[in-house]
């Protein structure tokens, strides 16, 4: 059986950044700690438009996405404004938002360090590949003492799982008949252990990994599954938990293999439920529908208006949370792990 892709399904978007346009990081860092460059990993939640160069159906950029970005402008952003990729960046201080490594516009100084991507690889491996290809491009450009620091120091964010569980196990019955819940989480949990070392390997010490988020209270899991009152679909939540569970495991389980590394799971599914289920708190009014279309299902070509109060709501489309709550998700996560992504453990 081939592989399957972990962290890139759908969605390409590695994003990598040392521009130090912001004075100040939002953030207050431990022990004077400086962060060269953040490094993304990820789906459609941390896309910043590189869904626009490569072959894929599932883009987004036209209207109403973007409305609430720099001058309105739909960037491929999977939201109304910035996501977290961009959130990150801006906390750490180290840019305003993160443009995509395929835009053909940027020069070198948008992109040290940068990473070359082939649209038309999917797997882990040829995603690693990339990397390595990156390193030796940036070692050109920077020689190889700056390479190690940005790579040593940078911050590695993977966000992991959401395709995986919403795609290709929950949209896919072969594979759900092939595989229960525990063991399609261990499957997935050997390659990314292997995707880990490698990363090691390559320089990255300072690893941060994101679990998923309440899964069964998107709005569209919500409609397809939720029943007359599109209420959370518990089934998913509880398969979200399980996998955060093992992931947390089996990051742990890493941290005695690469002593000189700071590998931290980030448990951010407490954090969106309590948005989901309290929106009041932090001033939203509607969690169970998106602001796009009816909110009901809504998502990339089927997302063509939006609502007129945004600010309101805690989805933007039937998958995607709006700018407002990633940025609360974002700032909560850095409040709560910022010392154990630094130097390993929650006071230091």
């Keep these: ?3 399957l892709s972990l962290l890139f399904t759908v969605f390409f978007p590695l994003l990598l950044s040392c ?4 004075a100040n990081a939002v953030i207050k860092l431990p022990r004077n700690a400086t962060i060269p460059a953040v490094v993304v990993f990820g789906d459609s939640v941390v896309d910043t438009g590189m869904n626009n160069y490569i072959i894929t159906i599932a883009k987004c950029n036209f209207p109403p996405y973007g409305q609430d970005f720099l001058g309105g402008k739909p960037t491929g952003r999977f939201s109304n404004g910035k996501v977290p990729a961009d959130f990150l960046a801006e906390e750490l201080g180290i840019k305003s ?9 940027l020069q070198d100084e948008d992109f040290l360090p940068g990473l070359i991507l082939r649209p038309s690889v999917f797997s882990l491996t040829d995603q690693l590949e990339m990397f390595k290809e990156y390193i030796a491009k940036l070692k050109k450009i920077a020689g190889d003492e700056r390479t190690s620091y940005i790579i040593r120091e940078s911050l590695v ?4 799982g959401n395709n995986d569980f919403l795609i290709n196990y929950f949209m896919t019955p072969l594979r759900s008949l092939q595989y229960d819940v525990p063991s399609y989480t261990d499957l997935l949990m050997s390659y990314f252990s292997t995707f880990l070392q490698d990363l090691y390997q390559l ?5 941060a990994v994101f679990g998923l988020p309440p899964l ?5 899991e919500r409609t397809l599954r939720g029943g007359l009152g599109r209420n959370c679909f518990e089934e998913y939540n509880e398969n979200a938990r399980f996998f955060n569970n093992r992931l947390s495991d089996e990051v742990a389980s890493h941290k005695s293999q690469f002593p000189d590394a700071t590998i931290t799971f980030a448990d951010i599914y407490p954090a969106f439920l309590d948005i989901i289920q309290t929106p009041q708190k932090y001033g939203f009014k509607i969690a169970d529908r998106g602001c796009c279309g009816t909110g009901t299902i809504e998502l990339a070509i089927l997302c063509t208006f939006a609502c007129s109060n945004v600010e309101d709501y805690v989805f933007w489309d039937g998958a995607h949370p709006t700018e407002k709550a990633y940025g609360i998700i ?3 996560v850095l409040d709560e792990y910022i010392n154990n992504f630094i130097c390993g453990k929650s006071s230091c």
């Excluded at 938002?97 to 516009?105: F, G, H, K, Q």
């Excluded at 964010?157 to 992991?160: F, L, R």
């Excluded at 069964?216 to 569209?220: A, F, I, N, Q, S």
């Design 1 to 3: 059986m081939k592989p």
């Design 19 to 22: 521009n130090n346009n912001i």
């Design 97 to 105: 938002y993160l443009p995509p490594y395929l835009d053909p516009s």
């Design 157 to 160: 964010a993977v966000v992991i």
């Design 203 to 207: 320089g990255a010490r300072r690893i």
């Design 216 to 220: 069964g209270c998107l709005p569209l």
């Design 330 to 332: 974002v700032r909560r």
